[in-house]
Each structure stands twice: as C-alpha cells, then as structure tokens.
C-alpha cells in the first residue's frame, strides 16, 4: 500500500431500536449502501447499535444522572 494513499472514514450515529435487531441491520445496511457511494474506506458505527444497551432502560434516571455527574 502506498502510504501517501488517501483513507476516506467516516462515522454514523443512528437511533437504533432495543432488541430489533432487523430494524438496526435494516439502517445499518442503508448507512453502508450511502458510504459505498461516497467512497468510504472505514465506516464506524456505535457500540451495542445492532441490539442496543438492554440493561440502561432498568436503572432509574437518578441513577443514570448520578453517573453523568460523577464522569462529566
């Protein structure tokens, strides 16, 4: 590979659905298919974006705000 090679990345955020794994592949394939096009080399998605954080919707939003506070 020739290091002076141009890498074209990109990154999504995309509001996935909890446990509908069909719904996130369905956006996921649609983000690939628009990266394709564009010519994107490295296409980055979230963490968790295929099944989403099913443990987050059990802690109480106090909780949830006590962490952000304590981690800015």
Request: aromatic share 8%.
């Amino acid at each position: 590979m020739n290091p002076l090679t141009t890498l074209r990345v990109a990154s999504v955020q995309l509001q996935h659905k909890a446990n509908d794994k069909d719904y996130n592949l369905a956006k996921i394939h649609q983000f690939i298919e628009m990266a394709a096009s564009e010519k994107v080399n490295l296409l980055v998605f979230p963490e968790m974006c295929i099944t989403g954080y099913w443990h987050v919707p059990k802690l109480p939003a106090q909780q949830v705000y006590a962490l952000s506070e304590k981690t800015g």
